[in-house]
């Protein structure tokens, strides 16, 4: 299937800085998008330059020693803003790991506000000093995580982010995130080999006209925020480089709090090969992927012949308020970047039919679980009065709401009551998709996020398995879980 032309959209046009949003005493680095004046971000320097990787750290010997510093006034689209970003770059680095590696990271938290680290879709421990998401990094202050990636770990496409209850959006948004891959160990054969592998972290952020990072109003909160700006590695609408012939690896990381991806590439069919860091049994060709805020989508490009092809979202409507109104405003195709095929032809070296996969839980379910994603209106803490809940409660970290013990195989059936769809998220231990509501028909690999179709249910296969310990699941409309749409999961060795 081949996308239809579409228009591009080069006029983004922001509002400035408010002065009552000073005076209100936002941060520093948040101001309110309402008020006087005008920016206009639309000629972007950076707008069709040369798609660049972010810095690439490597592991050596078994450990990935780095510094990661969270502050705010990073580099972005070619000018100084008062954007997020780890050591001033917006994506942080790509942290490049084997399974078996320890992956040390000395946290600096130059924010104004608490924040922590979270290893989105590793398998990894989720106690001490490891993918703890209760940890607490103070403003000045910094930690050393120790995470020990295990030796049969899958290799594939994972990211990091902070994941401070109640400023969660905000800080991804405002630009810390970035890409961590599980390579191959030393010396391994890459799955795919390919003419280029390339890191896409797909991010969305609204600037000011004096380039701060704007302040969401309390429906664009409760919807969960879109940001005007979409960029691949931090870049406006890059141009992405290739020969015709030649086989490229896409990750494509759906890195913005709230929007849902729905990816194609003008003239080109997407080859699926892993999702959120699983290959699938059988790679699949695809007009269009969908993401959800979170997923992760490995693709191979095979570039026809020269010209320019757009890589597109098309527009997804994530629902509505019912009757409040308002629904979500993705309405037209975005540009996320160029892929300019140029250049004599290249052969293209044959891809392997089948990979070998993780292996499916085994063993029989003890337990089936119904979880209930839930919004409504009351005296919530989330923006417009509106509640954001699983199972009536709103997010409490000294609570255990579901309690299992290690090695336990279980069927969770979640099901969302409201008529936006909500993207459920698991950490530590992956689930594989069983049914939907809606009859999306499953990958059958484990994955870490799954979206929930308005007024529908997904049902899951998890098994509780390698790690003890208390973590969470959440929405991972990142508003959303930072209104209380979070939930813990206590799994007892
Ligand atoms: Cu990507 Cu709990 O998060
Ligand atoms: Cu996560
Ligand atoms: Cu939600």
Redesign the pocket.
Known sequence: MTPAPISRRHAITLGALGATAVASGVTGWMASSRGPGSGDWSDAADTGAELTQPTRLDSRDGRLQVQLTAAAGARLIGRETHALGYNGSLPGPTLKVHPGDELAVRLVNQLDQPTNL?T??LRVSPLGNSDNPFLRVDPGTSLDYSIRIPPDHPTGTFWYHPHHHGVVADQIFGGLAGALLVDPAPGQQPEFAVAADRVLLVTDITLTGDGRVARPSAMERAMGREGQLVLVNGQHQPAIAAAPGALQRWRIINGCVSRVLVVALQGHDLLHIAQDGSYLPRPARTGQLMLAP?NRADVIVHPAAPGRFELITEPFQRGGMGMMGGGTDSSEPVTLATMTVDGPPASAAPLPASVPVEARPAGPVVAQRQIAFQMGMGMGMGGGGMTFTIDGRIFDPTRDDQSTTLGSVEDWTVTNTSTLAHPF?L?VWPFTVLASSDNTPPLGVPQ?VVLIPPQGWVRLRIAFTRFAGRSVYHCHILDHEDAGMMATVNVHG
Do not use: A, S, V
């Open positions: 979270h989105h879709g979170g998220h950490h870490d």
